[in-house]
């Protein structure tokens, strides 16, 4: 396989302030790497509604981001309590998330659909009681 | 529209970012909800909400807007002007509300979307 430029995360799931750091970083990082704008817009939303996800549904995770020379490939890994159903979790208006994280901006049911619309590949994994990986995938040019 | 322009039409106190006044912007989008924020906006560099938590700024930044403006005088904390700065991002703040805010930006011809603002010019 070809060497690939590595960033790890773990995302803190008691402080919901600090939720999204992690994209913020990585923004930062394939800045300085000099991927282009509109790749790096399309991973940093799909990476912060996955790291929003880990920290309001799971009490956080990891976060892995890949660097290909072809690709970008972020893995999201969690122990929360897994979906247990992801067809229904990948509607558009699906949501369990309870009022006080609707009152913080977040929980209308959008995130896990506008991941799948901003990523070339995305596969979920998830077990529950156990929890979730999710991996997407953006290809360069 | 110029984002002094925003500042003076919305009589809004400057929290940060006096370097970007100057800067141009062609679209504006309000909402307390960053999940909307995040689903339904697409090119639009100014965002108008009465949130006031650190999401708000890092929404902002992971869509690549330049302006985000407080309504109803909510008051950003040092930590989000911290987090707005570091990003490069206009933080301004208006004691209107929200409907009063957008609606003024609108009429004075900041649009939704940057096609819309191009057909209005
Ligand atoms: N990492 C996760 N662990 C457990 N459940 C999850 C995880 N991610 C998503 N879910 C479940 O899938 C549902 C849909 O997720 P999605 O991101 O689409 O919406 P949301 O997070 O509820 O709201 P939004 O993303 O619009 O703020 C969630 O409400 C939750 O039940
Ligand atoms: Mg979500």
Redo the contacts with the bound molecule.
Sequence with gaps: MDEAVRFHFVVDGEDFTSAGQASVQVKKNLRRLGIPPEVIRKISIAMY?GE???V???DGGEAEVLVYEDRIVMILT?R????ADVEK?MQEG????PDNVRSLG????????NMKRYTDDMKIESVVGEG?TITMTVLLA | MKISTIQEILDAEVVCGEEFLDDEVHSACGSDMM?DVLAYVKDQAVLLTGLCNPQVIRTAEMMDMRCVVFVRSKCPTDEMIRLAKESDLVVLKTTKRMYEACGKLYLAGLGVSPTEAKAVN
């Design positions: 509604e929003i996800n880990m309001i549904h799971a969690d929360g309590p897994g979906i979790a699906y949501s369990t998330a977040f929980g209308a049911g959008m995130g896990l659909p979730t | 999940s």
